[in-house]
């Protein structure tokens, strides 16, 4: 059971590439989300998907894209990288019935925009 | 809006040391909190919650109590082992179709020496 898969792990950009982040669940999650994590800061949401073909802005979408393929994968996208978006994202799903509380995490990508 | 405040870390203890991370947050109406706890090189893994006044939760020796009247959730182990050497988020959110769609603290490191 893999959980939530993020790809790359790494990358580094320069100023002005995209690129895009993806994610992947295997529990049958309907609700997914996106959040970076900056030093001193927690992690803040980018943007959510709270079922297949929905998806909502969170606390700092600006210069974000998300795309809900399907009910396992939700993507992140970001059109021209700047450096103020160098940090380490998260994807979550959220679980549903007992544990619809719970976010379960991938392990991260850490994005660097030179 | 909402928000979250934990202790200024980073912690340093001695194995077997007693443990507390403080956490007070500020939240309209009834939130639900939560601590996660991230390892080194991992996401985040819900450590345990509580979603109303005077609820005690409780995981692998952590325990933490939702104290209305103070807005404070904070995080206690009676006796820390290298293994639980951390970052520790306290987090909130509204419930119902917001759990995904936490509002974190800036985390606290831990680190258990033995």
């Known amino acids: 059971n893999a959980g939530v898969t993020q790809t790359p792990k790494f990358q580094v950009l320069k100023t002005g590439q995209s690129m895009t982040l993806q994610c992947a669940q295997d529990?049958?999650?309907?609700?997914m989300y996106w959040y970076r994590q900056d030093p001193g800061m927690g992690l803040r949401l980018i943007y959510y998907s709270a079922s297949e073909g929905t998806t909502d802005k969170g606390e700092v979408p600006n210069g974000y894209n998300v795309s809900r393929l399907n009910k396992r994968e939700f993507s992140l996208r970001l059109e021209s990288a700047a450096p103020s978006q160098t940090s380490v994202y998260f994807c979550?799903?959220?679980?549903?019935?007992?544990?619809?509380?719970?976010?379960?995490f991938g392990s991260g990508t850490q994005l660097s925009v030179l | 809006g909402n928000s979250v405040t934990q202790m200024e870390g980073p912690v340093t203890l001695s194995e077997e040391a007693f443990l507390t991370i403080n956490c007070t947050y500020t939240?309209?109406?009834?939130?639900?909190l939560f601590w996660y706890v991230q390892y080194p090189g991992e996401g985040l893994q819900l450590l345990l919650k509580a979603t109303k006044a005077d609820d005690k939760g409780s995981n692998k020796g952590f325990e933490a109590t939702y104290r209305k009247e103070t807005t404070s959730f904070h995080l206690e182990k009676g006796s820390v082992q290298v293994s639980d050497s951390a970052v520790y988020f306290c987090a909130l959110s509204q419930g119902g179709t917001s759990y995904g769609k936490l509002t974190f603290g800036q985390g606290t490191i831990l680190t258990v020496h033995p």
């Open positions: 529990m049958n999650h309907n609700s």
């Open positions: 979550a799903s959220r679980g549903t019935g007992p544990t619809n509380e719970k976010l379960f």
């Open positions: 939240a309209t109406g009834y939130p639900s």
